[in-house]
């Protein structure tokens, strides 16, 4: 069992966490309790038997947190000799050591009615608040939880002050003046329950600033009475506050414990006018995205836009985030965490990347592999870790504005590939293109001599079919003008005569025109 380690976010240590409320809460009740004498004396051995198991239960307590593991960069630590060089190491284990000092000794000098001595057991707060915090958390009633949290802590104070207020007028003198409790000789103030009860009364008067209290008469009594009424102003801010809070976290239930926060996150976000959603996604995000070797020399313009593009991804220990043969839709960034690239049998590591790294690229870049457009390798969270993911659209996107971004990754991806003997030889990949383009080139250029040919063709048809038509409508005007001077007077005839006349030769003209305009193209 010496090997032994405890995940702390196994259910072992939860319910531990909350077995060790008992001994803490006994301690912080009891411890002041036996200020009432008779209480204390007349249970003396149950009292002693549950201070004992009490100390047993802190030093198992001691004995679980160091053998309890804890997170570094996501990844659980379980190392014995670092967990126990980490707890004595810790302030938590000053406060350990000293709520568990045998201060009980102190018995032989104070002797049995006094334990007091034992109030460094009260030192175990912490424990206590880390265990409330965990219930807290898991509670699936938070705010009836903080409520009745802050009743016991409530509880616990106006427990301890009708303690010493028992105490004090002991100290004064019972019965001595109205202030203090009454005689305990009379019957009726006499039993341990009548005792109990009324300090608590008493008590729960100052703290609730009823002030129905006795007029105190002694300059003690003052000074009690002062001290209690400023704790009660406190207490009573308290209340005001922590019941404020549970009321307001009532009204947005919603986002109490919303279990997918990074989703609710973005939904959020995705409400705000679109400045304000820049400005926190960039004091949220930008810390990472300088860290990214590729995006360092950007500009601040252009890591604006990007980190509205950037969606948060948690990963858990041993998770996948994508196996090799998938089809890449996105790269990623780590902004917290580290993943390995494994082999297929998924234990052995090729490399570690850790936060500012990315990864994801080969397949989404184009880059040339014998894999093509599918992930090159397996990538497996190694702890929790934090990623951003950018799609493949966004992606492209970005690197039309940043060049040099584009060159980094794909000499990146280029090297990995390299590395893997994955990448396809260059001169095959770029060579095919640069003679596609050029003979691309050449064919164009001959179809644009061809073309150029034929217009000027049609330039000359154009230029000498308007100058025949230009010389036709002349001779017809010629014609027409010596027609009318030959014209006979009967109408008929002539009419006749003239459409005979110009019918023919027309069609004379005509045909010979064509067939001058058949020579001229020949
Ligand atoms: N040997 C390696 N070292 C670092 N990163 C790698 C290695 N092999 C693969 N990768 C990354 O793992 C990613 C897996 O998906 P991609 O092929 O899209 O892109 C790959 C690279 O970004």
Sequence with gaps: WREWTIDPAEHFYYIWLQVMIVPIVYNWVIIILTCFTTIGLNYLPVWLTLDYVSDLMYAADMTVTLHTGFLDQGILITNLTRLRKRYLHSKQFLWDFVSLLPTDFLYFAFGIETPLVRINRLLRIPRLSEALDRMETRTSYPNTFRITKLMIYIFVLIHWNACLYFALSNYIGFGSDRWVYPNITDPTFASMRRQYFYCFWFSAQIFTTVGDTPLPNREEEYLFMIADLLIAVLVFASIVGNVGNVITSLRDRDNVFFPNHIMRE????????????????????????????????????????LVLKLTPQVFSPGEYVCRKGDVGHEMYI??????????????????????????????????????????????????????????????????????????????????????????????????????????????????????QTKLARLMVELESSNRKMRARVEQLELRVAMLDTQLPHDGQGGEGSLGREEGVGGEVDWVREEAEGEEEKD
């Design 334 to 451: 780590i902004k917290e965490g580290k993943l390995a690239v494994v082999a297929d049998d998924g234990v052995t590591e090729f490399a570690v990347l850790g936060a500012g790294n990315f990864f994801g690229e080969i397949s989404i870049l184009n880059i040339k592999n014998k894999l093509g457009n599918r992930r090159t390798a397996n990538i497996k969270s190694i702890g929790h870790s934090d990623l951003f993911s950018l799609s493949k659209e966004d992606l492209t996107d970005v690197l039309s504005e940043f060049p040099a971004a584009k060159r980094h990754l794909e000499e990146k991806g280029r090297q990995i590939l390299v590395k893997m003997g994955m990448l396809e030889e260059r001169t095959d990949v770029v060579e095919p293109e640069a003679e596609k383009v050029e003979t691309k080139i050449k064919r164009l250029e001959s179809i644009l001599e061809e073309l």
């Design 266 to 305: 973005n939904e959020i976000l995705q409400q705000l006018p679109l400045h304000m959603r820049t400005e926190i996604a960039v004091s949220v995000h930008l810390p990472t995205l300088t860290k990214v070797t590729i995006f360092q020399n950007c500009e601040t313009s252009l890591l604006e836009e």
